[in-house]
Every structure is written in structure tokens, then in C-alpha cells.
């Protein structure tokens, strides 16, 4: 199996930009398709971002296109999440996970592997 450790959370301001990491170790990362969940307070566990064992291809919810980018680098089995134009809704605790199954796509049941999460808040 693989572990996975997610980092760089915090405390920004709106329209702050941040990026958190999530470093893997275990497996080889390239068998994984990996994506980014997260969760606010009382609300369920929402996909965010998904990418590829290549890199190659991404997807996004529709409520982060164009503001954030997922990205990994297989040499140093990480993936990231660069997070642009942040807002208060999007305060949430983020959650990276891992999929061996190339069909894995936007819900919670098709990753097998959770971090523990990072807390990303965004004051007004």
C-alpha cells in the first residue's frame, strides 16, 4: 500500500495564492492516479482535483477550474495543488488520495488511500 502525507496548509488572506504538497512513500507513485478532496466544517467530502499516473491528464470540480492546478512530480513521488485567487469558501481541511485503478474519477469511493489532510483557512 502507500502512505500519504499531506503539507503546506495555512492561513491566508482572499485572493492569497498557496500550494500544498502531498508526499507519497510505500508503493511506486506512478501506479497511482491521485486527486484532491477537501472538507469544510459539517459538510461532506468534496472531490476538488484529479491527475493522472503520467501527469498528462487533470480534472477539476467546477468550483476551483481555472483557480487552482494539480500537478506531480514522479521522480520526487509528490503531488501538488497550486491554489490561486483563494476565497473564504474555500477554508477546508484538503485531503490527497490514491487510486490503483485508472478508472478512479470524482467520488470519495474510488480512492483507496487518504492522507491525514492539511487545513487551509481564508479570512475575508
Known amino acids: 500500500q502507500v502512505q500519504l502525507v499531506e503539507s503546506g496548509g495555512g492561513l491566508v488572506q482572499a485572493g492569497d495564492s498557496l500550494r500544498v504538497s502531498c508526499a507519497a512513500s510505500?508503493?511506486?507513485?506512478?501506479?497511482?492516479?491521485m486527486a484532491w478532496f477537501r472538507q469544510a466544517p459539517g459538510t461532506e467530502r468534496e472531490f476538488v482535483a484529479l491527475?493522472?499516473?503520467?501527469?498528462?491528464?487533470?480534472a477539476y470540480a467546477d468550483s476551483v477550474k481555472g483557480r487552482f492546478t494539480v500537478s506531480r512530480d514522479n521522480a520526487k513521488n509528490t503531488m501538488y495543488l497550486q491554489m490561486n485567487s483563494l476565497s473564504p469558501e474555500d477554508t477546508a481541511v484538503y485531503y490527497c488520495?490514491?487510486?490503483?485503478?485508472?478508472?478512479?474519477?470524482?467520488?470519495?469511493?474510488?480512492?483507496?488511500?487518504w492522507g491525514q489532510g492539511t487545513q487551509v483557512t481564508v479570512s475575508s
Open positions: 488520495a490514491a487510486s490503483p485503478r485508472v478508472s478512479a474519477f470524482m467520488r470519495r469511493d474510488d480512492y483507496d488511500y
Open positions: 510505500g508503493r511506486t507513485f506512478t501506479n497511482y492516479r
Open positions: 491527475i493522472s499516473r503520467t501527469g498528462a491528464g487533470t
